[in-house]
């Protein structure tokens, strides 16, 4: 965890060195479809040559670390999508316990509505974000009117789910 490395207590998501380093991590990170950061080895190679980081990032302001990172051709994310992922990690990890299950607040599409597009994207809202392993195709499934499983997509935007089928329903 960053906190061990800065040395602040594990559940600490507002330590300023800690949303420093987070920042440069998660915008770095090449696949965001899983909770782990990947860094592609060009990215890593961006922050290698005599231009690199000059001084150490928790040392940087906060505009520094943003300059550093567009510097490098790389959006840079947002404190609170750094927090979100900080704390989804700790929750992941078991760093704190979350008894609470999310709860589903809304969908795009009710149960037994007809006229509908037929290859429509479904959004569900949820009360928390759910983390990315559970967003596996065995959590979320379409089923066509014989029972069969439907191929999708499934995107996640904070607490929004996105659900969209491969192809056209009946």
Excluded: W, Y
């Amino acid at each position: 965890f960053i906190q061990d490395i800065v040395g602040v207590d594990r559940q600490d998501t507002s330590n300023d060195s800690v949303l420093k380093i987070a920042t440069l991590l998660q915008s770095l990170d090449s696949d965001p479809s899983t909770d782990e950061i990947e860094i592609e080895k060009t990215d890593f190679d961006k922050f290698k040559s005599s231009d690199g980081i000059k001084k150490e990032i928790s040392q940087m302001t906060d505009e520094e670390v943003e300059k550093t990172i567009k510097s490098k051709g790389i959006t840079p994310k947002t404190k609170e999508e750094v927090k979100k992922h900080l704390q989804n990690s700790q929750k992941q990890f078991k760093v704190v316990v979350d008894n609470t299950a999310p709860s589903l607040l809304s969908t795009s599409i009710k149960n037994g509505a007809s006229d509908i597009n037929i290859v429509p994207s479904i959004k569900l809202t949820f009360s928390e974000d759910i983390p990315k392993t559970k967003q596996m195709k065995e959590n979320f499934r379409l089923k066509n009117t014989n029972g069969g499983f439907i191929g999708l997509n499934i995107d996640q935007k904070g607490s929004i789910i996105t659900i969209t089928p491969k192809k056209a329903l009946a």
